[in-house]
């Protein structure tokens, strides 16, 4: 069964400039999460999704991020402007939230850098 | 708020040797524990997870955790550890499901030959 996908794997783009990054959850999953990762702060979970509805986006950094999710197989997190401080691994997870346990089913990530 | 704490960012160990890492959590509710599990440049794998019943959970690879409510620890475990285990390691408390899960720091593992 194919996992979460992600893409791009690796963005490299320049101050200033408009940056999509775009996810696919597992099929029949009704929860999207969107997860930054860096050095300083570790994991971070900027916004997330249920049944395709934004629930909380209180760790959005900024009004530059915005997120979407049209339908239940596709979400996209966007970054306009960039900025270097913006460079970090972008994880999207998946998962059923009417499921026993809640597990989240995390994709390889897309590693941004802003220069 | 729930907050996830793992003390140790660097543990070395020798292969073969026993493992512990450390997890200590604050969460309102009855939690549901998370171990993952990162290799480099990949995304988080689950390695066991606990939501309720034995407190003592098996998962993947060999590795066991201890969920100790008075503690607040969800400690994992590993009797005997392969270099193929040298990765970041991420304690994790939520509800999952709908709500999403709160990541302590890692805990990066090296292992010594």
């Known amino acids: 069964d194919a996992g979460v996908i992600q893409s791009p794997r690796h963005e490299v783009t320049e101050m200033g400039q408009e940056v999509t990054l775009r996810c696919k959850p597992i099929?029949?999953?009704?929860?999207l999460f969107w997860y930054r990762q860096t050095m300083m702060r570790g994991l971070e979970l900027l916004i997330y999704?249920?049944?395709?509805?934004?629930?909380?986006d209180s760790g959005m950094p900024e009004d530059r991020f915005s997120a979407k999710m049209p339908n239940a197989s596709f979400s996209t997190l966007k970054i306009q402007p960039s900025e270097p401080r913006d460079s970090a691994v972008y994880f999207c997870?998946?998962?059923?939230?009417?499921?026993?346990?809640?597990?989240?089913?995390f994709g390889e990530g897309s590693r941004l850098t802003v220069l | 708020a729930q907050s996830v704490t793992q003390p140790d960012i660097h543990i070395t160990v020798s292969e073969g040797a026993s493992l512990e890492l450390r997890c200590n959590y604050s969460?309102?509710?009855?939690?549901?524990l998370f171990w993952y599990v990162q290799s480099p440049g990949q995304g988080l794998q689950l390695l066991l997870k606990?939501?309720?019943?034995?407190?003592l959970v098996q998962g993947i690879k060999g590795f066991e955790a201890e969920f100790k409510r008075s503690q607040s620890s969800f400690n994992l475990r590993k009797p005997s550890v392969h270099w193929s285990d040298a990765a970041e390691y991420f304690c994790?408390?939520?509800?999952?499901?709908?709500?999403?899960?709160?990541f302590g720091k890692g805990t990066h593992l090296i292992i010594q030959p």
């Open positions: 997870a998946s998962s059923f939230s009417r499921g026993e346990t809640g597990e989240l089913f």
């Open positions: 099929s029949g999953h009704n929860s």
């Open positions: 999704f249920n049944n395709n509805v934004p629930i909380d």
């Open positions: 969460y309102g509710a009855t939690p549901y």
């Open positions: 606990y939501f309720s019943g034995d407190t």
């Open positions: 994790a408390v939520g509800r999952g499901g709908a709500d999403g899960l709160t």
